[in-house]
């Protein structure tokens, strides 16, 4: 899978590693509410496009799971070149490719608030380095650096 879509097998282990708290269950639900479910918390809406729903995503294995991780990602293939890039695929998919100092979401926005503990440096801004920070350290931490 990580072949076809031309990304380093080890970031997509630490999108999922982070995406699932580290359990790589494809029943893990989010616990702000969300509704996402999985590998990579599909969204109810993400699932439905994929033509399947977060309960169906749920009782599948954490294999059979991945062919909806792949198919998700498919449009994003070659691009997802470095660990904040994979998880931009997942997270924000218009900042593939940016910067780490791109911003995101700033203070004000719903999406700020849904994700202010992302804001490291606390200056009311959410760059993608501070978003991907936690993903790199797990891709890090499972090359043993």
Same mark, same amino acid.
Do not use: C, W
């Given at each position: 899978?990580?072949?076809?879509?031309?990304?380093?097998?080890?970031?997509?282990?630490?999108?999922?590693?982070?995406?699932?708290?580290?359990?790589?269950?494809?029943?893990?639900?989010?616990?702000?509410?969300?509704?996402?479910?999985?590998?990579?918390?599909?969204?109810?809406?993400?699932?439905?496009?994929?033509?399947?729903?977060?309960?169906?995503?749920?009782?599948?294995?954490?294999?059979?799971?991945?062919?909806?991780?792949? $198919?998700?990602?498919?449009?994003?293939?070659?691009?997802?070149?470095?660990?904040?890039?994979?998880?931009?695929?997942?997270?924000?998919?218009?900042?593939?490719?940016?910067?780490?100092?791109?911003?995101?979401?700033?203070?004000?926005?719903? $999406?700020?608030?849904?994700?202010?503990?992302?804001?490291?440096?606390?200056?009311?801004?959410?760059?993608?380095?501070?978003?991907?920070?936690?993903?790199?350290?797990?891709?890090?931490?499972?090359?043993?650096?």
């Amino acid at each position: 899978m990580a072949g076809r879509l031309g990304i380093d097998p080890n970031y997509l282990m630490a999108v999922m590693h982070f995406e699932t708290g580290g359990t790589f269950s494809p029943s893990i639900r989010n616990g702000a509410g969300s509704g996402a479910t999985g590998l990579i918390q599909f969204l109810p809406s993400t699932a439905r496009g994929l033509g399947t729903t977060t309960a169906e995503l749920a009782q599948m294995s954490a294999v059979d799971q991945l062919d909806y991780v792949e $198919a998700y990602l498919r449009p994003y293939a070659n691009r997802m070149t470095n660990v904040e890039d994979a998880y931009m695929a997942v997270f924000q998919p218009a900042a593939i490719g940016q910067p780490s100092d791109h911003v995101l979401f700033s203070r004000g926005s719903l $999406a700020y608030s849904q994700n202010a503990g992302l804001d490291i440096n606390g200056d009311g801004h959410i760059t993608k380095g501070e978003a991907a920070s936690i993903v790199r350290q797990r891709y890090e931490a499972g090359l043993g650096r």
